[in-house]
């Protein structure tokens, strides 16, 4: 999902560019119905995702634009599938170019036009459907052919007005000048005059100045040296026409390039030619410009210099061709006189890795219609491409013509090439050979029909091996298995539980005895019973027709403490079940708290199994003054509650089950409307500390189990008053207030309160509920520390209009019988 996703995203500039992409740019068509998928390449794809890093539109709303500009629905579900992968094969990787800034010694004389030069196009719908081969160079903001103003003086460079000439003269005479040259094309040289040299090369310059200084007593070339080079440098006006994107008059530096006017138009428009670009100088073609050449070949030759006035004009086109598919740069060519489909290949970067060369599609133009042809790979140098033809360079396919694949319990297995007469044995030897565990009474072989449908082939391993069975000669896409004796059974464990630190499942392993897997489970716990273990052992033969038929073989075995190979060594079998039990009359200490008011709270160790409360708190020194002992209270975990010794058994399901119905609970406590009705059960056991007291060792007298905690509180003070009453709070306790009182004091009944529903928790723990005599709530009586809880009323739920017509259609229907019956009494 995430991949669909980011594949939206991707195409989100696709529905954008209508309204984004600037006016200048080069067009675009706008319907994407043409677009083909399947003839797109993963270089195309790899541009699609590059290009798409910052848009965002909901799955619907892009899918629905796509819709707009044309593209189906199967060809959106192509695009995804293709894209995604990609994904899962390629590493997109964003590569940002830096540009460094540098300063120059050599600056211009003018400031140069705003032309408002287009640069790339944001619209991702470029990686959709076909562009122009060599378009992107001129719209390219890293590439804009702007001349190096640092480079050396060239000797050919023509001067004219605005340029300036740096003259150093050293040696005998030392001196350095910074001169213009005036609109006239001359230079004025302090105290030697002035000299013309507009429409002169630099090298010219230099040798006129020289000649001007030693006619003026300069002694030029006898131990006076004079070096010319050009300063900053004039502007030239270089005229561009034709089919380019801004066609116009361009203000260029003098050491511009055809290529450095072409950027600065936009270069060629959508029917403007690449190969055939004019250059004319004083109304004469001086020099035609192949862009290819620069592009395929990185050659200059013809981006000469540009002169003042200069003229470049661009021409349409003559031959496009488009070709698509499996080529490194898929795109629309354009082809001069003499020209194959050979050159058009090399245009495209050459084939990809994935490319079917034997044959290209070629879909040619014929009167009113095209028509399809193929072009042999012998062909390519031959074939000379026509108007509109459009190349499809097609995949290899994805399957293999000489394999054979071989699984399961082998040393090598794998895909191996599918020699001449190839059998089972020589494969199985291939592959290393068998493995020990491997099962030889059968192998099997997957075999593709000449339908594509699949046939199973099963044969003897051992025969074919021992050449007592016949040997099969394997064809392509053959499949051969040859399974394990691990994967045709269950895999063997067994199990031990009860007193070793870790109990569980081990892998059986054979003559492991009791001892060895006692080992495994990291040996005994301190308190088990070597001398009494049980192992519990599968049969199959149980009679089904039996009731008291046996279902599991049950020995008793001895072993020794320390574990060493002893008499018994008994040996087990696969899903063996081992227990080890406990050792008789082995306990560990049991602790119980008390807390409050006693002379010495804190915790003490349960001497003897029928210790009681009054004996703890004898020990603990007995009350003090100032304790309550009707609020003494007993807190008892759930395995005391229960009355068993969670020393001696598996406490892990029992916690679970607690924890289960706990979770219940809290999921009707939080459904429920009725909240406050729902009071989760709590571990606290309502005793009577008087009692037990007064007659040490009575039933009441608990016996003491571990981790009770008894707490002796102070005398309480106050009464506490919650749930269904205005204002819950506690209330100071007095002997002469009765329930009703203490409701009154925390406000009185809520409007949803269920008088006959409350209830008291005493301070020890126990509780009692309200009781009823005649018409009459009795309420239970109140003490210091006690807990008032009224509880809600539940809710009642209203007749709904189906019910109310149903009690109302009854009860006409026994009205009729009534009255049927009524007259035929009479």
């Keep these: 999902m995430k991949n669909l996703k980011n594949i939206f995203i991707l195409l989100t500039a696709i529905c954008m560019s209508g309204v984004f992409a600037p006016a200048a740019a080069q067009t675009t068509p706008q319907n994407l119905s043409t677009v083909n998928v399947n003839e797109l390449s993963d270089a195309q794809l790899m541009k699609l995702m590059q290009q798409a890093q910052s848009s965002g539109l909901s799955d619907e709303q892009l899918a629905q634009q796509l819709q707009a500009r044309g593209l189906s629905a199967e060809q959106l579900q192509q695009l995804q599938q293709r894209i995604s992968s990609l994904r899962k094969s390629n590493a997109t990787a964003n590569n940002n170019n830096t540009d460094q800034n540098l300063s120059v010694a050599r600056g211009l004389n003018y400031t140069p036009d705003s032309t408002g030069t287009p640069r790339r196009s944001t619209d991702i719908a ?34 004219g007005p605005d340029d300036q000439l740096n003259i150093n003269v050293y040696g005998n005479s030392l001196v350095n000048w910074k001169l213009d040259v005036s609109p006239e094309g001359n230079i004025n040289i302090p105290g030697v005059g002035i000299l013309n040299v507009s429409g002169k090369t630099i090298e010219q310059a230099t040798a006129s100045i020289k000649s001007k200084l030693a006619a003026n007593n300069y002694a030029v070339g006898r131990g006076t040296s004079v070096q010319v080079t050009l300063g900053n440098i004039r502007s030239i006006k270089v005229i561009m026409v034709g089919e380019v994107v801004k066609p116009g008059t361009y203000t260029l530096p003098s050491l511009a390039t055809v290529f450095n006017a072409l950027y600065a138009a936009g270069g060629p428009n959508n029917n403007g030619t690449f190969r055939q670009i004019e250059i004319i100088r004083n109304n004469r073609i001086i020099r035609r410009l192949d862009v290819y050449d620069f592009l395929v070949k990185g050659d200059q030759k013809d981006n000469i210099g540009l002169q003042d006035q200069d003229i470049i004009r661009v021409p349409t086109y003559r031959t496009r061709v488009e070709m698509v598919g499996e080529v490194k740069n898929p795109a629309l060519f354009e082809v001069l006189p003499g020209e194959t489909l050979q050159d058009v290949i090399r245009f495209a970067g ?32 031959n074939y000379i491409p026509l108007r509109g033809d459009k190349y499809t360079v097609e995949r290899i396919l994805d399957r293999y013509e000489n394999r054979v694949t071989i699984n399961g319990a082998v040393f090598r297995p794998g895909e191996y090439e599918l020699q001449k007469g190839l059998t089972v044995s020589q494969l199985i030897k291939n592959a290393a050979g068998l493995k020990e565990d491997a099962f030889t009474g059968r192998g099997s072989i997957t075999r593709l029909k000449s339908d594509n449908t699949t046939e199973l082939i099963s044969f003897d391993v051992n025969g074919v091996l021992n050449k007592t069975a016949p040997d099969i000669v394997l064809q392509r896409e053959d499949v051969v298995t040859i399974s394990s004796i691990f994967d045709l059974r269950d895999e063997y464990k067994v199990t031990i539980k009860g007193e070793v630190r870790n109990v569980g499942e081990f892998a059986y392993a054979e003559n492991m005895s009791v001892e060895d897997l006692i080992l495994k489970a990291g040996g005994f716990t301190e308190g088990a019973s ?37 008499q018994a060594n008994f040996v087990l079998k696969p899903f063996d079940i081992v227990s080890v039990y406990s050792l008789p009359g082995y306990e560990k200490q049991s602790t119980v708290k008390i807390e409050g008011e006693v002379l010495y709270p804190g915790y003490y160790t349960i001497k003897k199994k029928n210790e009681k409360i009054s004996d703890i708190i004898e020990r603990a ?22 009355g068993v010794n969670k020393n001696k058994i598996d406490t892990t399901a029992i916690e679970q089950e607690r924890v289960s119905k706990l979770d219940r609970l809290s999921k009707v406590n939080s459904d429920s409307t009725n909240v406050s009705n729902f009071q989760p059960r709590n571990n606290f056991v309502g005793i009577d500390l008087k009692k037990i007291l007064e007659k040490p060792g009575s039933s009441i007298d608990l016996i003491m189990e571990d981790n009770d905690v008894i707490r002796i509180p102070k005398q309480q003070q106050l009464v506490r008053v919650n749930g269904e009453v205005l204002y819950p709070s506690a209330v100071v306790y007095s002997k002469s207030k009765s329930f009703k009182d203490y409701i009154l004091n925390a406000g009185g009944y809520s409007p949803d309160a269920l008088k006959r529903g409350a209830y008291v928790v005493y301070p020890n723990g126990t509780v009692k509920g309200t009781g009823k005599f005649l018409f009459f709530n009795v309420h239970p009586s109140v003490k210091p520390g006690s807990e008032i809880f009224v509880t809600r009323k539940p809710d009642k739920r209203g007749i709904s209009a189906t019910e109310v017509i149903g009690i109302t259609t009854g009860l006409a229907s026994l009205g009729a019988i009534i009255l049927g019956i009524i007259n035929l009494s009479k």
């Design 621 to 642: 020194g007995g009350l003090t003054a100032s304790a309550d002992v009707d609020g003494g209270t007993l807190k008892r975990d759930n395995f005391a509650i229960l």
């Design 126 to 159: 470029n990686a959709l459907i076909p562009h122009i081969f060599g378009a992107d160079l001129f719209r390219n903001s890293n590439v804009t052919f702007e001349p190096n103003l640092k480079l050396a003086t060239p000797v050919n460079y023509i001067l």
């Design 530 to 566: 070597p001398k009494r273990i049980e192992v519990a052992r599968r049969i199959d033969d149980s009679n089904p027709n039996s009731r008291s038929s046996s279902l599991a073989e049950v020995f008793n075995i001895d072993v020794d403490a320390q574990l060493k190979k002893g």
């Design 350 to 381: 050459g084939f990809t890795d994935q490319a079917y060369t034997a044959r290209i599609k070629v879909s040619q133009i014929s009167d009113q219609q095209r028509r399809i042809t193929d072009v042999l790979e012998s062909d390519y140098k």
